[in-house]
């Protein structure tokens, strides 16, 4: 199966579990989806791919799901849940990537097979960390203001996916300005050909992300989650 329908699938995949966890547990079902995802892509980051003849980095649908949750909380709920969202995506990568740091630390038994795993994963962790809380941080940031002032401005639910990709596009151009720099090129793990590859083909794919995730955010805006007793 080639890549390009295996991304396909999994990005239709990613948005129908989201919708699914904000019908069965609401509002807190995107926050856990938000720190689920914020793990698994910066793990799944470092492998690259070939993707629509692009040389792309794993990972990009799963983050650009997080700024889905970000507007749909902000939609529905309002701004203070949406910050409220990226606080805890950013301390819990934080948290994660320093832990991880901690267990490759461990002189591993003679019968250990994954401790070369785990250091090609998180052996460059301080240029991943670095390049991911600063640029998570920021662009979370900028999307939630993003995502305000349009609403603002143009409040009508027609225009909610002007909301949704307007603060998406600035916000993921910001993120990919400040991660891609930092994790691939500082770090030494991508040459400078491979890294602008990388940067461009990464905005492209937050780009088609930020727009097969639209019809999902109408539907979960009419979606009434489950009250669980």
Do not use: C
Not at 207 to 223: E, G, H, M, N, R
């Amino acid at each position: 199966m080639p890549n390009e329908l295996i991304w396909v699938l999994f990005a239709l995949i990613n948005f129908v579990m989201f919708t699914l966890m904000y019908k069965v547990f609401g509002k807190m079902g995107i926050f856990f989806w938000i720190v689920l995802a914020t793990i698994l892509a910066n793990v799944q980051v470092v492998k690259i791919i070939p993707l629509f003849g692009l040389e792309a980095s794993l990972g990009n649908i799963l983050y650009g799901t997080i700024f889905l949750g970000t507007d749909v909380l902000n939609e529905i709920y309002g701004k203070k849940d949406a910050k409220k969202a990226v606080y805890l995506g950013f301390i819990v990568l934080f948290i994660f990537l320093i832990v991880m740091q901690f267990a490759l630390w461990f002189a591993p038994h003679i019968n250990d097979g994954a401790q070369t795993a785990l250091e090609t994963i998180f052996g460059f962790t301080p240029w991943i960390v670095l390049g991911s809380v600063t640029a998570f941080i920021v662009s979370q940031m900028f999307d939630v203001y993003i995502f305000q002032w349009i609403k603002k401005k143009l409040p009508d639910n027609k225009y909610l996916w002007i909301r949704n990709n307007g603060s998406t596009i600035v916000s993921q151009l910001i993120d990919t300005l400040i991660f891609v720099p930092i994790a691939f090129l500082l770090s030494g793990y991508l040459p400078f050909e491979s890294v602008v590859g990388v940067f461009i083909s990464t905005y492209l794919i937050k780009l088609l992300v930020a727009v097969l995730d639209t019809p999902f955010i109408y539907l979960i805006k009419k979606v009434k989650p489950i009250e669980l007793k």
